[in-house]
């Protein structure tokens, strides 16, 4: 009686060691998991980064506060336009 207690014990610390080492949230998992996290938060780092700078364009072009030179930037460029007094760079 105590030999087969002794062997259905060991048979579940047994298996809860294996799994615990080799199961999807064991600790070889868990290295996977790291990597994952560093690689976003360098992706996080990066889009921060590109809000920021978003941010500091469009603080540029509020109500409160329209930079003349930015806004008409902007608009020729996406109309296609140039004023006649423009100088305009052709490549090479």
């Known amino acids: 009686m105590t ?3 002794y062997l ?5 610390v047994s298996y809860f060691l294996f799994h615990a080492q080799h199961g ?7 290295g996977t998991v790291r990597e994952s996290l560093r ?4 992706e996080l ?6 809000r920021k700078g978003w941010e500091q364009r469009l603080s540029l072009i509020r109500d409160e506060a329209v930079d003349r030179d930015l806004l008409e930037e ?3 460029d996406t109309l296609g336009r140039v004023h ?3 100088v305009i760079l052709m490549g090479r």
């Open 8 to 12: 259905v014990s060991g048979a579940a």
């Open 3 to 5: 030999l087969a207690l």
């Open 39 to 42: 690689e976003m938060e360098s």
């Open 74 to 76: 902007h608009a020729r």
């Open 24 to 30: 999807a949230r064991g600790l070889e998992a868990r």
């Open 45 to 50: 780092a990066v889009l921060m980064t590109e």
């Open 84 to 86: 006649r007094n423009d």
